[in-house]
């Protein structure tokens, strides 16, 4: 399974933009880029997902390098409701399509 | 609300015996995704199944099985049950573009 390496934790202050990265340098020319969060007691939640372009929705922006080797996860403007584990994880578009979650970056927002 | 709907919500039993959880994929989703999450182990990928039929394995035990029924719906079935399954067993469904909608999880607790 490609891998991607996520710092365990990050702290940021409610109101201000927060910059999740992620490394996979062993991402292959198929694979997508895909971020899951998990709020407390809840189940996975889609955030975004990306193959070479940076992307928005409404929940945050993907930004994503030109060699595809890292990506952040933007959340502009966080709040206390964004405090959560997030995932960053290669999706095979082809293939088994198995979505392997990693250990995730814990996020905590300061109010 | 993600229209993925998993049965029972909690379920206590002892070890040795055998349960089966059940799943409902959102309407028009041919793909079923099982996860078990405990607190040490983070969250685990077990099988996929697709349209029926098995599309990929993970970490799943000799002990458990899945099935996808022709109405799409699908069980994991647990059996000789030992302290260490108790975790929260995901159910989440697609349509094959890698974005998940994950239920609210089945709490077993093997005593």
């Known amino acids: 399974d490609a891998k991607t390496t996520q710092p365990n934790s990050m702290e940021s202050n409610e109101e201000e933009p927060v910059h999740l990265p992620c490394n996979h340098s062993?991402?292959?020319?198929?694979?997508?880029i895909h971020w899951y969060r998990q709020l407390p007691s809840q189940g996975p939640e889609y955030v975004i997902h990306?193959?070479?372009s940076n992307v928005n929705n409404r929940m945050a922006s993907l930004a994503i390098a030109e060699d595809r080797k890292s990506s952040t996860l933007i959340l502009h403007r966080a709040t206390l409701r964004d405090a959560a584990v997030y995932y960053c994880?290669?999706?095979?578009?082809?293939?088994?399509?198995?979505?392997?979650f990693g250990q995730g970056t814990r996020l905590t927002i300061n109010p | 609300d993600s229209g993925v709907t998993q049965t029972p919500k909690h379920l206590i039993t002892a070890t040795g015996q055998r349960v089966t959880l059940r799943c409902s994929p959102r309407s028009g989703d041919l793909s079923v995704y099982w996860y078990q999450q405990s607190l040490d182990q983070g969250l685990q990928f077990l099988i996929q199944?697709?349209?029926?039929?098995?599309?990929a394995k993970g970490n799943i035990l000799e002990r458990f099985s899945a099935q996808q029924f022709p109405d799409l719906h699908s069980e994991l079935n647990l059996s000789s049950l030992e302290l260490g399954d108790s975790a929260l067993y995901f159910c989440?469904?697609?349509?094959?573009?890698?974005?998940?909608?994950f239920g609210e999880g089945s709490r077993l607790t093997v005593l």
């Open positions: 990306g193959l070479t």
């Open positions: 989440a469904s697609g349509s094959g573009d890698g974005e998940l909608f």
């Open positions: 994880i290669l999706f095979e578009i082809q293939g088994a399509q198995k979505l392997v």
């Open positions: 199944y697709y349209n029926g039929e098995e599309r």
């Open positions: 062993t991402i292959s020319g198929t694979d997508y």
